[in-house]
T-cell receptor, first 117, second 111 residues
Framework: GAVVSQHPSWVICKSGTSVKIECRSLDFQATTMFWYRQFPKQSLMLMATSNEGSKATYEQGVEKDKFLINHASLTLSTLTVTSAHPEDSSFYIC?????????????FGPGTRLTVL | GENVEQHPSTLSVQEGDSAVIKCTYSDSASNYFPWYKQELGKRPQLIIDIRSNVGEKKDQRIAVTLNKTAKHFSLHITETQPEDSAVYFCAASRDDYKLSFGAGTTVTVRA
């Protein structure tokens, strides 16, 4: 149980285009979803927290107009990187909580590797 | 905000030996401390977690200890095997469930 999927697993796009990444909780209803960014050989950095039906809460330094988050249902959250630039290239990982034995345990998706040319 | 420090950054052990990773946190309100294992290019996998009302937790070869007074917690892996080689992250969170991660420890188990 507590499986989280992410799509696509990798994407290459041209500078200036927008990319949408989907995060789904497959076998549980996720009360909260989180979006992280991970650069090579670095730790996970929380970008934003989203709850179903409400606006996402962004961490300091994360541009909310650039990283649009929509949490339309208890099983789906999307991250759209708008007007992507090469410095946005990274590994984006979502997580979801609300499943499993405890409500605060986060289960991670497999990640999306974004490369902006 | 919460600041989690993790040591060492790299750890090489002989197969069968034990591995210990230590983390400290700054926010005394943190009450949940998970440990994740991440293999190259893959998702972090929860391997064990502990809450602030518990001092120690064990699951087969893995154990975690928590010292709330000193604000530090440790991961212990006994009888290490080659498949234990990975990057391990500690994390801490408060009631808002936001995880603050340590920098990670690259563990290499030598056969």
């Amino acid at each position: 149980g507590a499986v989280v999927s992410q799509h696509p697993s990798w994407v290459i796009c041209k500078s200036g285009t927008s990319v949408k990444i989907e995060c789904r909780s497959l076998d549980f209803q996720a009360t909260t979803m989180f979006w992280y960014r991970q650069f090579p050989k670095q730790s996970l950095m929380l970008m934003a927290t989203s709850n179903e039906g409400s606006k996402a809460t962004y961490e300091q330094g994360v541009e909310k107009d650039k990283f649009l988050i929509n949490h339309a249902s208890l099983t789906l959250s999307t991250l759209t990187v708008t007007s992507a630039h090469p410095e946005d290239s990274s590994f984006y990982i979502c997580s979801a909580s609300g499943g499993g034995a405890s409500t605060d345990t986060q289960y991670f998706g497999p990640g999306t590797r974004l490369t902006v040319l | 905000g919460e600041n989690v420090e993790q040591h060492p950054s790299t750890l090489s052990v002989q197969e069968g030996d034990s591995a210990v990773i230590k983390c400290t946190y700054s926010d005394s309100a943190s009450n949940y401390f998970p440990w994740y294992k991440q293999e190259l290019g893959k998702r972090p996998q929860l391997i064990i977690d502990i809450r602030s009302n518990v001092g120690e937790k064990k699951d087969q070869r893995i154990a975690v200890t928590l010292n709330k007074t000193a604000k530090h917690f440790s991961l212990h892996i006994t009888e290490t095997q080659p498949e234990d080689s990975a990057v391990y992250f500690c994390a801490a969170s408060r009631d808002d469930y936001k995880l603050s991660f340590g920098a990670g420890t690259t563990v290499t188990v030598r056969a």
